[in-house]
């Protein structure tokens, strides 16, 4: 990228290590509605909605077999991987790279009521709809398979022209019930919002892991952000904190085997519930007193919120 001065953070350059074409995103989930505002608050709501073939039909396996093979750009740190894909060019092979995959693929728990497939969708609309690298590989941290991460569901970056980092601690929740998974969502994302800076904060050794494991893919780039994070460092004083959340839940106007609906008629629905769902969302920000920060919210109906679970594990062949 050549040679710059360690603050010199811009909007490009994070841009520069966003991963994944984000039509590929199409194929599979269909934007509603985008940058819908919530009354009294700093929200900014999304809505997706799985995608219908010509024949009518919801393929929510082929979604899990393309995060399936999403998981390594998510799950390994990009230095790594960029590491593997130059031994791969130089000895013209794709063993290295084959063989991130298969050690991200190994991260992910077996577990049934896992949260993970909804983090997967979490780093996969941060990243390509959004257009918010995700900062801080966690699932590399973890210690053991059958347990998930203590923390955030993930932590994502913007900067703005002023050079102050917009950091986005993410949260998500696949339930059935979609009020549920609105106030669990909002419940656990609140501390690390909220919580003032200090040794006992929620977010604490997240912050902690930012300043020596923050991973930009370029070592000049990463050096410079995570000076950020640095307590020594004046800079530690441009940190924004703001929120990214994710809820899938349950919806009745897809089709089944006895019914045929449009894609059309699918995100008509999705648009009229959505006035429903945005009170839902406003209510709890407010019980959880969170209107003051900047918080993208990405609601995915599905037609199944354990089926999108039991093909997920299905896909990474854990069930």
């Known amino acids: 990228m050549g040679a710059r001065r360690l603050t010199d953070l811009t909007p490009e350059l994070l841009h520069q290590i966003l991963a994944g074409d984000p039509d590929e995103l199409d194929v599979h989930l269909r934007l509603v509605e985008r940058d819908v505002a919530l009354q009294d608050c700093k929200v900014r709501l999304h809505c997706h909605c799985l995608t219908v073939d010509a024949n009518g039909r919801i393929k929510i396996a082929r979604l899990a077999e393309f995060m399936r093979a999403m998981l390594a750009d998510y799950a390994i740190p990009k230095n790594k991987m960029q590491a593997a894909r130059a031994r791969d060019s130089k000895y013209h092979s794709t063993g290295a790279v084959i063989q991130l995959h298969h050690e991200a693929l190994n991260l992910f728990t077996?577990?049934?009521?896992?949260?993970?497939g909804g983090e997967m969708l979490l780093?996969?609309?941060s990243e390509r709809f959004l257009k918010m690298p995700q900062v801080l590989c966690k699932m590399d941290l973890k210690t053991d398979t059958s347990m998930h991460?203590?923390?955030?569901?993930g932590v994502y970056a913007r900067v703005t022209s002023e050079g102050v980092i917009k950091l986005y601690w993410g949260e998500s929740k696949i339930y059935g019930d979609a009020s549920e998974a609105i106030r669990d969502c909002l419940y656990s994302l609140s501390p690390f919002l909220l919580e003032p800076d200090a040794e006992h904060a929620g977010r604490?050794?997240?912050?902690?892991?930012?300043?020596?494991?923050a991973d930009l893919s370029d070592e000049t780039l990463t050096k410079a952000f995570r000076r950020y994070f640095d307590r020594t460092s004046?800079?530690?004083?441009?940190?924004?904190?703001?929120?990214?959340?994710?809820?899938?839940?349950?919806a009745d106007f897809y089709p089944n085997e006895n019914t045929a609906v449009t894609a059309d008629e699918i995100a008509s629905s999705a648009k009229s519930a959505l006035a429903k769902w945005s009170r839902q969302i406003g209510n709890r920000i407010s019980k959880e007193k969170l209107a003051n920060f900047e918080i993208e919210f990405l609601c995915v109906p599905m037609p199944s919120a354990a089926a999108f679970r039991d093909s997920f594990l299905t896909a990474l062949g854990k069930k």
């Open 204 to 213: 604490e050794r997240d912050l902690l892991l930012l300043s020596d494991k």
């Open 234 to 250: 004046p800079l530690s004083n441009r940190v924004q904190y703001c929120g990214v959340a994710l809820v899938g839940f349950d």
């Open 110 to 116: 077996h577990l049934a009521q896992t949260g993970e």
């Open 149 to 153: 991460y203590h923390g955030s569901d």
């Open 123 to 125: 780093y996969l609309l």
